[in-house]
């Protein structure tokens, strides 16, 4: 099974800030991952896929990159509305593993 | 309108059986492959299992392999979930999600709450 892991657990900052997270896997996953966003009481919402694309809607502040087992999550400029839990996910081998998530909260 | 409804969650005893049901639409679901996901209340999301298009190639985590089965009706554009021998640990909120490209996930569900508690 392929271990993804997420730094930092949480990450505070204030609006306006850039923020870095990251997922790294046990073992070399391509570009084969995706990254998505979660607030309390919602759905999961595709962000990034196949490392670096972003999927449809997403804001150019977005943005996706890293191959094989260092990947990163990038927000240019924080709007209020993207504190959230983040995950990143592989699809490259089964099972499909996702990573424990980083808690993006305003500081 | 592009959506997944899923219902059948409920509260059981362990032991007990649920089966869950997802019902999409706005897109040909016949195209896609299906998966389910869940989550423990202030936990992380854990893949469940996942079938491809017609049906015929089914996928499981180990903790649910042999408890769980998933399947699918095209002609009416739904996804299911059988769960038996339900315990504790599957509590959570069940996300069923349609696999885009090369299989990230690109529409949810809202979910639906299973609970296994005596």
């Known amino acids: 099974e392929i271990v993804l892991t997420q730094s930092p657990a949480t990450l505070s900052l204030s609006p306006g800030d850039r923020a870095t997270l990251s997922c790294r896997a046990s073992?070399?996953?391509?570009?084969?991952l995706a990254w998505y966003q979660q607030k309390p009481g919602r759905t999961p919402r595709l962000l990034i896929y196949?490392?670096?694309n972003r999927a449809t809607g997403i804001p150019a502040r977005f943005s996706g990159g890293g191959s094989g087992t260092d990947f990163t999550l990038t927000i240019s400029s924080l709007e209020p509305e993207d504190f959230a839990v983040y995950y990143c996910?592989?699809?490259?081998?089964?099972?499909?593993?996702f990573g424990q998530g980083t808690r993006l909260e305003i500081k | 309108e592009v959506q997944l409804l899923e219902s059948g969650g409920d509260l059981v005893q362990p032991g007990g059986s649920l089966t869950l049901s997802c019902a999409a639409s706005?897109?040909?679901?016949?195209?896609?492959?299906m998966r389910w996901v869940r989550q423990a209340q202030g936990k992380g999301l854990e893949w469940v299992s996942g079938?491809?298009?017609?049906?015929?190639?089914?996928n499981y985590a180990d903790s649910v392999r042999r408890r769980f089965i998933i399947s699918r009706d095209n002609s009416k554009s739904t996804l299911y979930l059988q769960m038996t021998d339900l315990r504790a640990e599957d509590t959570a909120v069940y996300y069923c999600?349609?696999?885009?490209?090369?299989?990230?996930?690109?529409?949810w569900g809202r979910g639906t709450l299973v609970t296994v508690s005596s």
């Open positions: 079938i491809n298009d017609n049906g015929r190639n089914t």
């Open positions: 706005g897109f040909s679901f016949s195209s896609f492959a």
């Open positions: 996910q592989q699809f490259i081998n089964w099972p499909i593993t």
């Open positions: 073992q070399s996953i391509a570009t084969s």
């Open positions: 999600a349609k696999r885009g490209g090369r299989g990230y996930h690109d529409l």
């Open positions: 196949d490392a670096s």
